[in-house]
């Protein structure tokens, strides 16, 4: 069964890619397991909210982008602590 990704878990793969030095295009289309125009969609939309900028066919995260990267990372992190907690209550009380 396919899951389908929201637009933020793939913008958020999209950007893990190219922090972890995975900058071409066909990198990153395998990396975050799109097709090319789905990819370049999303890249365009990167680069015009600057988040991601293109040079010679290799995208680097801005300083926006790194920003925005590690605030998600800090909401995974935070979203597995509280996934703990309510499991947790959830042993004691039910």
Do not use: C, P
Not at 37 to 43: D, H, N, P, R
Not at 55 to 77: A, P
């Amino acid at each position: 069964m396919k899951i389908k990704r929201t637009k933020k878990e793939i913008v958020t793969d999209i950007l893990e890619a190219i922090d972890n030095k995975t900058n071409r295009i066909s990198a990153i289309m395998r990396y975050v397991n799109l097709s090319s125009s789905v990819a370049k969609k999303y890249l365009k939309i990167l680069i015009q909210n600057g988040l991601v900028e293109e040079k010679n066919y290799e995208y680097t995260l801005t300083e926006k982008g790194k920003k925005v990267i590690e605030l998600l990372r800090e909401e995974w992190r935070l979203e597995f602590e509280l996934a703990i907690i309510l499991d947790d209550i959830k042993k004691m009380f039910f």
